[in-house]
């Protein structure tokens, strides 16, 4: 029997390097960006035996469920494959709303796969690999099953890399967030008055290794997030200070990381009060899809 319900760990993001290309006569802006999954994630379970369209959510207040991209990845599946069934979307949070970590585009990821995986008729990577693109930057490298990528465009450009030996990482989570599209607007208005036009030249070899990817780590968005925010430079120099090999902030923040080789515990003693702390690890593979009847 052909199964009608599937589960799947979506494992969050982080950027170990995030850059802020041109900006695009639409407004939106080119990235660069070296994504690594980790293993802090959101259980999302997809069945299909049913006529109704549902999203349920624990753990998180993610707004109604209409707008949430996960139910709007399964929506957008189910036009593209063709399959006009139901489907009841159920999310188990851990990942941190709204902090950087793509924990919103890792459900609509996992959500893409599951279906795919439970289709009369699959869609082609490539197909599926559009729809992931027009739910956001993050979704496309989300969708796929690797643990480190590099991403160009707005996202939808990937070059899967080989996997790096699994580090420590500790999640510093500032009691304040930070919002996508102001930080977008903090870096076009700072570039009015400077563009940016950087040269830089990535050498592949520097991606094998974690010695490469430590000259590579950098995040557009500290500056002007750190003007705003100085709790954000308190909690990368902790880091530093407790031995972290990276750290910086991930995506538009407010989540900053530190990838550990071996962790003093002093990192903890100069956070800002208010902040929490998650630990974490790098993965060496992505989570399956695990069919369930
Ligand atoms: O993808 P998301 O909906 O979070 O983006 C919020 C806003 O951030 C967009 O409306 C746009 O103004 C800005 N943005 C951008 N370039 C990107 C992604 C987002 O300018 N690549």
């Known amino acids: 029997m052909t199964a009608t319900a599937a589960s799947l760990d979506a494992q969050a993001k982080i950027n170990l390097s995030l850059r802020i290309l041109a900006r695009e006569a639409s407004g939106y802006h080119q990235l660069e960006t070296l994504f690594a999954r980790i293993d802090l994630a959101d259980s999302v379970r997809v069945a299909t035996d049913t006529t109704l369209r549902e999203l349920t959510c624990t753990g998180a207040d993610v707004g109604p469920p209409e707008r949430n991209l996960a139910f709007r990845a399964a929506e957008a599946f189910m036009a593209e494959a063709k399959w006009p069934s139901g489907f009841q979307i159920t999310i188990e949070k851990r990942i941190p709303v709204g902090g950087g970590l793509g924990g919103g585009s890792a459900d609509a990821g996992a959500v893409l796969r599951i279906l795919n995986a439970l289709a009369p008729n699959a869609l082609s990577d490539a197909a599926l690999a559009t729809l992931a693109f027009r739910l956001g930057a993050d979704v ?54 400077e563009p940016l036009r950087a ?16 000259r590579l780590a950098h995040n557009d968005f500290e500056t002007p997030v750190i003007h705003r925010h100085p709790g954000i430079a308190t909690c990368l120099e902790a880091l530093v200070a407790g031995g972290a090999r990276i750290a910086r902030m991930s995506g538009s923040g407010s989540t900053v990381f530190g990838i550990f080789e071996r962790r003093s515990p002093a990192v903890l003693a100069g956070l800002p009060r208010g902040t929490r702390v998650v630990g974490a690890r790098t993965l060496t593979s992505v989570a399956q899809v695990r069919l369930l009847d």
């Open 140 to 193: 496309p490298f989300l969708t796929t099953d690797a643990p480190l990528a590099l991403a160009w465009g707005r996202g939808e450009r990937l070059l899967a890399l080989n996997s790096l030996p699994a580090r420590e990482v500790v999640l510093c989570l500032p009691p304040f967030g930070v919002e996508t599209a102001a930080a977008f607007q903090w870096i076009a208005a700072s570039r009015e008055e």
């Open 199 to 214: 040269p830089a030249l990535i050498r592949a070899a520097d991606l094998d290794r974690w010695d490469g990817v430590v």
